[in-house]
């Protein structure tokens, strides 16, 4: 073989994951969104029930509503934040 240059099996395994990697930046994409949960307000209380499983021994922890540190806008971007540290969460919608 020359120096610089690819074997003509090589070189072809180049152009496929080339061509392969164009076609996948440009291919349409679609999703559907199976679960959205805002927490504009309380009424995810209603929709959200916690686990009492660890109620009795006092370790299970709550949740409540933050925009955490990063936010857009504090009031639309919450999200559900744990409280204590070292307490057992449990949530489910």
Do not use: I
Request: aromatic share 12%; glycine share 6%.
């Amino acid at each position: 073989l020359a120096q610089g240059v690819l074997p003509s099996f090589a070189l072809s395994c180049l152009v496929m994951k080339l061509g392969s990697a164009l076609v996948s930046l440009f291919a349409p994409v679609s999703a559907k969104v199976y679960f959205v949960e805002e927490f504009n307000d309380d009424s995810w209380r209603d929709r959200w029930v916690d686990s009492d499983w660890k109620k009795d021994s006092g370790s299970q922890g709550s949740f409540a509503l933050s925009a955490g540190k990063y936010h857009n806008d504090p009031a639309v971007d919450q999200g559900l934040k744990t409280q204590e540290d070292a307490r057992h969460f449990t949530t489910s919608a």
